[in-house]
């Protein structure tokens, strides 16, 4: 084992008996973007660099120290994709999809970022996400907030709250960024390195610190809100009543902020307690000046991406079961003949939508009735030689008390779904 190969470090393997809630969450979520329109897109994982720069921002932690980056043997620079929005963006200039009025569209896969491992934290990890193009006013930020909503309720996700913010226009939140950075240096002392370096090039994200020690002095800087530009105010007050009519339960924190720099107005973030240290679980909020930056028309945009790994957590405390994988039924097959008839039967029962799992590579019957145990099948079918002289299959229920029934080889398949249906 010791000279045996390894995975990178925070980068994990997913397993099928992992996998289950996994699996459970993409079937709501696609089911859950579909009923609002969201259709999915497919990207590549790389990019070049510069989309990531030019979008995510210069000065922000994920483009300075968390990048998979290289040079390729071209000479290109590219970076595995740290998020998902600059890439959706980019496809959709490049395809021209951003002229044709309203877009939304979805995402799922892993995102790369060279932080510490730790719990919730990963490498390599995933994100489930969606972004709207082409409507600058609140009902589809309110639409996306209700959305996700949506997603947790049917999942049966309990104890996520919701927090939202406005983060103004660039032009508005240029007028609170002086007011930050006169109140963070005058608070100089209080400040740890980091902080320090943000508030040249980034004071914003200075809010957004998990630092214990720098609350205190985070809790009394100037409020955002209180320098929102009108219109930013309107949008966010028609947000708040559109979600209070639909029911929506938030809290404003006007400290809010993202740590990617192409967001305006509207941000909001889904977070639990109960996690630990890395509690948001879904994230998102507007980006209207994206498009241009990265060279399409004025788009205006909002979107949001959630953990797959903090998500699947959070279900797996609450134990929200994932997607049941076990089959339905486990063939077991003695004998030559046994083994040609059964093969036939499973595909019949597989046509008629039952999962069978054969027994493979022999065995006495013992070792296969064993084996049908531990697939965690509802029945066993079994032929063995009488069976097949008989012309009958014998099937024994394997999860429940009940005697096991001889079935004629014609009607197992319709016995076994009438039977399946009941459970
Ligand atoms: P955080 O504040 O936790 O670092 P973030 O602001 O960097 O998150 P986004 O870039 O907005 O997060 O990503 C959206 C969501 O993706 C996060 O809310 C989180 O659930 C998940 N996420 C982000 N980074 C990681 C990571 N390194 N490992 C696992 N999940 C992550
Ligand atoms: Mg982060």
Request: with cysteine.
């Amino acid at each position: 084992m010791s000279d045996s190969v390894q995975a990178i470090r925070g980068m994990n393997d997913l397993l099928p008996e992992r996998l289950e809630r996994w699996q459970r969450v993409e079937r709501v979520a696609r089911s859950v973007f579909h009923a609002y329109g969201y259709r999915e897109v497919r990207l590549p994982i790389l990019e070049k660099t510069d989309l990531f720069a030019r979008s995510i921002g210069q000065h922000t932690d994920i483009v300075e120290k968390e990048m998979y980056s290289f040079v390729d043997r071209n000479g290109d620079k590219l970076s595995l994709r740290p998020e998902g929005t600059a890439g959706v963006v980019r496809a959709g200039i490049q395809s021209g999809d951003f002229r044709s009025q309203l877009q939304r569209w979805w995402y799922a896969g892993p995102m790369f970022r060279h932080e510490r491992p730790q719990r919730g934290r990963y490498r390599q990890f995933h994100q489930l996400g969606v972004e709207a193009f082409g409507v600058p006013g609140p009902d589809i930020d309110a639409e996306l907030i209700i959305m996700s909503a949506r997603l947790w309720r049917i999942l049966g996700l309990k104890a996520l709250s919701l927090e939202i913010n406005s983060l103004g226009t660039p032009q508005s939140r240029e007028v609170y960024r002086e007011a930050l950075v006169s109140y963070f240096s005058a608070h100089e002392s209080e400040l740890d390195a980091d902080s320090v370096r943000r508030l040249e090039h980034n004071p914003l994200r200075i809010l957004d610190s998990k630092n214990p020690d720098m609350q205190a002095v985070i809790q009394s800087a100037p409020s955002l809100l209180d320098f929102l530009d009108q219109e930013s105010t309107d949008h966010f007050d028609q947000l708040r009543a559109l979600l209070d009519n639909a029911g929506i339960v938030y809290s404003v924190n006007p400290r809010l902020v993202r740590g990617l720099d192409y967001y305006a107005r509207t941000v909001f973030e889904w977070a639990t307690q109960t996690l630990g240290a890395q509690g948001t679980v879904c994230a998102g909020g507007r980006f209207d000046g994206l498009v241009v930056q990265l060279g399409g028309k004025p788009t205006p945009a909002i979107g949001f991406a959630l953990g797959m790994e903090r998500l699947v957590e959070l279900m797996s405390e609450q134990q929200i079961p994932g997607d049941n994988t076990d089959p339905d039924v486990f063939m077991v097959m003695a004998g030559d003949a046994a083994q040609t008839r059964g093969m036939a039967v499973a595909e019949e029962m597989r046509d008629a939508g039952v999962q069978v799992q054969c027994n493979c590579n022999g065995g006495s019957f013992k070792a296969q009735m064993k084996r049908a145990d531990r697939s965690g099948a509802h029945y066993a079918v079994i032929l063995g030689e009488d069976e097949i002289v008989a012309n009958r299959a014998t099937v024994k229920p394997l999860r429940h008390e009940a005697s096991q029934q001889q079935i004629e080889m014609g009607s197992v398949t319709r016995y076994l779904v009438e039977q399946l249906d009941k459970i």
